[in-house]
C-alpha cells in the first residue's frame, strides 16, 4: 500500500463503465486454460505434505520418521530438529499494515512446542503427492502435553476488552445507555450466538515454490502478495527485490488468503533444504487445520425505545476469540456505530484467548455476524411496539452519524427500502408470527438492513499508451474471482476515450507496481483513484507533446477543455488522436506513474494513506448499506427451512460492470444463507480439534438450497470516492442471517438466536 489518490475532478464520459461486460478472463477460466498454482508446470517438481500435532498443547518429545523415510519416492522428512533456522514473524503495526501478514506468531518448525492441535510439527517432501501423504502418516510424534485452554463458551466469563486500533475502534459510549434502556417505555435485551465458520474456497490453499541460489519464486493462492513477498524477504532473509510473487488466478478466497499460513512458509523452506522446486496442495483437512477461520461470538444486544418508537438506548456488546499465537479480532459492533439513531449508545468488544489455530477475516468481518444480532433485536423490538419491522428502521434513520455528528458520504437507505418493499410485495404480508400458509408450509418474510464501511488504500500504477492505440494498464492487485482487471480495463477506456478492447490489464505479479491486497472491498476503488490520475497525467503529456509540434491543432487547447473520445484529444470537431500525437512526436509509446515503489516512495505512500485516512475519518462516514427482503417456507411437520424468493436493493455508488456487481452481491447472499441454515464448524472442547474438517461434514448450501436471488441497486456516485464507487464485495453477506431469522420467526412464531437455524431448533 503506497499511494492513496483523492477522487480526481474530472468528468469522465461513460461509455463501458456500467455496462454488463463479460470479464476477460472469463474464456480461459470456464475452459479450463486458467492457470492456477497447483498446475504451474516445473521440471523436476516434488511434493510436500505436512505431519499435524494431535495434542493442543505441548512440547515434541521425540519424532520417529523412519517408516516415513522408507517409503519408495521420499526425499525428506524435515522436522524441528533439521529445519534451518527462520526469523520469527515481525510485530504488528498499524502504521505498516504489512505486519498483518503473518497468520501467527508460531516460527513453524523451529520450536519443539506445540500450540494448537493440527499444528504442522514435519513437513515431507516426495516425487509424488500420493507419496508424500502416505509418508506424512507414518510419522509418529511423541509429546509431553501441558495444559491448554479451549472451551469457547466456557471461557467467554474471562473475556478481557479487545484492544482498540485506529482502523478498527472497539468500543463507543455516548450518553447512559444502561439508565436509558431501564428507564425506556419498550425494551429488549437478548443474548446471540453465532459459531466458528471456514471460508471453503473452491481452490484449497496451494504453493508452488522455486529457488535459484538467494532468488525465489513462489507461485501461491494468495490475497496479498505484496505482504507475502516482505514476509517471505524477512522470514529467509534475503531481498525482497529476490523475491517474486504470482497469483494471476485465485480460485476464491474471502480473506482465508489474505494472510500466510504454515503451508506457505514451510513449501518455501523445503524447496530451500531440498534444492528442487516444491509443490503443497493442502487437503480440505489440513486447511480447517492449519488456515485460520471466523471467530465463534457471543453478543448481547438491548434497544430501548418511548412508546413512537424512537430508540433511547441501543446497546451492543460482543466476545470473539483469537488464538494465543495470534489472530485478529473481528469488529462486531462495527455497524452499530452508524445504522440506528439512538440517544444513548454503548458498543463493546472482548475477546478470550485459546489454544486454537488463530482466527482470521472471513467475509464482512464482524459486520456479517454483528448484522445478525442487531437486525433480529430491531425486529423483536417492533413486534413488541407493533410497528411494522420496516417501518421502526425507518423511523430511527439517523440524518449524520449517531455517536458524532459526521456526515454520510452518501446514504440512500430510506430508498432501498422503499423499492424493496413495493417489488417484493412486503404490503401483502401479514403482521402476525404463522398467519401465512401454503399448505403444509408455513410461510414467512422478514427484513434486515445491510451495512459494510468503506475504506480506501494506496496503489501503484503503470499505464502506457502505445502508437497502435492500445493501452496497457500494470498494477499488482490481485483476482479472485471478482472482475478486477475486466473493471479497470472499462474504467480505463472511459478514461482515455478508446476502445474497451483496445485496453489490457496486467496483474497478479510482485514485479508489478504495488497495489492493495483483495480485502475489505477497498481494491476496485483503490485502484481506480490511482488509474484515472494516471490517465490525466497521460493525457496532459500528450496535449504537450501535441503543443511542441506547433502544427497540432490542440494547440492553444487547455486539457480542462477537451474530451477524451474516439482514442484522441478533442473539442467539439477539433483534435487529434493519440495514434497521430506519437507519430508526430517519433514515440512509439508514452507512460504515465503514479506512486513509487522505492523504500522512500513506499513510505511517502503509507504516510498519505494515514494523512487521508485520518482526514476522511474526521470528515465522512463511508459505507455501502441495502436492504435485505427474505421469504422462507417451514415445513410444519419436519421443521425444514427453505429459502424461496430474496431481493436486495443496495447502494453501492456507481457500478462498474453491472453483470459483476449483481454476481458479488448475489455471492455474499449465497454465504449468508449458508451462514444461518448450516454452516458450523464443530470444536472438541476437551481436545481442540475441528471435528468435521471436510465437505462431507461441514454443510455448505448447494444450488438446490438458493432460490433465485434478485438484486438491485441504486447506482448513484458517492462523491467522495473515486468514479463514485464503493465496494460491493461484502456488504452481500451482510443482513442476510438476520433476514432470514425474521422470516423464519414471522412463520414459525420460534425466535432462533443462536445459528445455525437448525431442525432441531423449530421442533
Known amino acids: 500500500m503506497t499511494q492513496v489518490q483523492n477522487p480526481p475532478k474530472v468528468d469522465v464520459p461513460t461509455r463501458y463503465v456500467g455496462r454488463s461486460i463479460d470479464r476477460v478472463d472469463g474464456v480461459v477460466k470456464t475452459t479450463g486454460q486458467a492457470e492456477f498454482t497447483a498446475e504451474v508446470p516445473y521440471p523436476d517438481i516434488t511434493h510436500a505434505a505436512m505431519v499435524h500435532s494431535t495434542i493442543a498443547r505441548g512440547r ?349 458520504s452518501q446514504r440512500r437507505l430510506t430508498e432501498a427500502y422503499a423499492r424493496g418493499a413495493e417489488q417484493f410485495g412486503w404490503a401483502d404480508r401479514t403482521p402476525e408470527p404463522g398467519s401465512m400458509r401454503d399448505g403444509k408450509w408455513l410461510v414467512g418474510m422478514g427484513v434486515a438492513t445491510a451495512f459494510f464501511p468503506q475504506l480506501q488504500l494506496g496503489a501503484n500504477v503503470v499505464v502506457r499508451l502505445s502508437v497502435d492505440g492500445t493501452v496497457v494498464v500494470r498494477s499488482g492487485f490481485q483476482e479472485m474471482g471478482m472482475g478486477g482487471a475486466t473493471a479497470q480495463a472499462q474504467i480505463t477506456a472511459d478514461a482515455l476515450g478508446v476502445p474497451y478492447e483496445s485496453v489490457r490489464v496486467e496483474y497478479g505479479d510482485t514485479t508489478m507496481p504495488i497495489a492493495p491486497m483483495a480485502g475489505g472491498s477497498t481494491q476496485t476503488a483503490s485502484v481506480a483513484a490511482s488509474l484515472l490520475t494516471a490517465c490525466e497525467k497521460l493525457k496532459k503529456s500528450l496535449l504537450g507533446l501535441a503543443k511542441k509540434s506547433g502544427s497540432s491543432p490542440l494547440t492553444g487547447r487547455k486539457l480542462e477543455d477537451l474530451t477524451a473520445r474516439d482514442g484522441g484529444l478533442f473539442a467539439g470537431g477539433v483534435g487529434e488522436t493519440y495514434a497521430e500525437i506519437l507519430a508526430r512526436a517519433g514515440r512509439p509509446s508514452i507512460d504515465a506513474t503514479v506512486g513509487s515503489d522505492t523504500k522512500l516512495g513506499q513510505l511517502a505512500g503509507n504516510l498519505r494513506f494515514m494523512s487521508k485516512f485520518m482526514l476522511d475519518q474526521r470528515r465522512w462516514v463511508k459505507a455501502s448499506s441495502g436492504a435485505q427482503f427474505c421469504e422462507v417456507r417451514v415445513d410444519s411437520e419436519t421443521g425444514e427451512v427453505r429459502v424461496s424468493r430474496w431481493l436486495g436493493v443496495f447502494d453501492v455508488g456507481t457500478v462498474v460492470n453491472a453483470k459483476m456487481a449483481r454476481s458479488q452481491l448475489r455471492g455474499g447472499i449465497v454465504m449468508g444463507i449458508g451462514m444461518a441454515l448450516s454452516e458450523e464448524t464443530l470444536v472438541d472442547p476437551r481436545t481442540g480439534r475441528i471435528m468435521n474438517p471436510s465437505l462431507s461434514e461441514y454443510h455448505l448450501p448447494v444450488h438446490a438450497d438458493i432460490p433465485r436471488i434478485d438484486v438491485e441497486y441504486l447506482d448513484d456516485p458517492d462523491p467522495t470516492m473515486p468514479l463514485g464507487l464503493r465496494g460491493i464485495g461484502e456488504v452481500g453477506i451482510t443482513g442476510v442471517a438476520g433476514a432470514i431469522a425474521n422470516a423464519v420467526h414471522h412463520a414459525t412464531g420460534r425466535r432462533v438466536r443462536d445459528l445455525p437455524i437448525t431442525l432441531d431448533k423449530l421442533l
Open 60 to 408: 515434541i518429545t521425540a519424532i520417529d520418521t523412519a517408516a516415513a523415510s522408507a517409503v519408495r519416492g521420499v526425499i525428506a522428512v524435515i522436522t524441528h530438529e533439521t529445519a534451518p533456522p527462520m526469523k520469527p514473524p515481525v510485530p504488528v503495526n498499524m502504521v505498516n499494515m504489512e505486519t498483518l501478514a503473518s497468520g501467527s506468531t508460531v516460527n513453524y518448525l523451529n520450536t519443539d512446542e506445540v500450540f494448537w492441535n493440527g499444528q504442522p510439527v514435519a513437513v515431507v517432501v516426495a516425487d509424488t503427492p500420493y507419496a508424500a501423504h502416505e509418508a506424512a502418516a507414518l510419522v509418529r510424534v511423541t509429546y509431553d502435553e501441558l495444559p491448554s485452554t479451549l472451551d469457547f463458551h466456557a471461557e467467554v466469563p474471562n473475556s478481557v476488552p479487545q484492544p482498540s486500533s485506529m482502523i478498527m475502534p472497539v468500543g463507543a459510549d455516548k450518553g447512559d445507555a444502561e439508565a436509558a434502556l431501564a428507564a425506556a417505555a419498550v425494551s429488549v435485551d437478548l443474548r446471540f450466538s453465532t459459531p466458528m465458520h471456514h471460508h471453503n474456497a473452491i481452490e484449497p490453499h496451494a504453493t508452488t515454490a522455486s529457488w535459484d541460489g538467494d532468488r525465489l519464486t513462489v507461485h501461491d493462492a494468495a490475497q496479498a502478495i505484496t505482504w507475502l513477498q516482505k514476509h517471505l524477504a524477512h522470514k529467509f532473509s534475503v531481498p525482497v527485490e529476490g523475491i517474486r510473487v504470482i497469483a494471476p488466478f485465485v480460485g476464491g478466497g474471502f480473506g482465508g488468503k489474505g494472510m500466510i499460513w504454515p503451508g506457505t512458509i514451510l513449501t518455501v523452506m523445503a524447496a530451500r533444504v531440498t534444492g528442487r522446486p516444491v509443490r503443497m496442495v493442502l487437503t480440505r483437512e489440513a486447511v480447517y487445520r492449519t488456515v485460520g477461520a471466523r471467530t465463534p461470538s457471543v453478543q448481547r444486544v438491548a434497544l430501548g425505545a418511548d412508546a413512537d418508537g424512537h430508540l433511547t438506548s441501543l446497546i451492543h456488546t460482543s466476545v470473539t476469540q483469537t488464538g494465543n499465537v495470534g489472530g485478529m479480532p473481528e469488529p462486531v459492533t462495527s455497524q452499530s456505530r452508524y445504522v440506528y439513531a439512538a440517544d444513548n449508545i454503548l458498543l463493546k468488544q472482548d475477546v478470550v484467548r485459546l489454544d486454537q489455530v488463530s482466527n482470521t477475516p472471513m467475509r464482512a468481518p464482524g459486520e456479517a455476524i454483528g448484522t445478525y444480532a442487531l437486525e433480529v433485536a430491531v425486529d423483536e423490538l417492533a413486534a413488541k411496539l407493533g410497528v411494522d419491522p420496516i417501518e421502526l428502521r425507518l423511523r430511527n434513520e439517523p440524518k449524520t452519524d449517531p455517536l458524532h455528528g459526521k456526515k454520510f
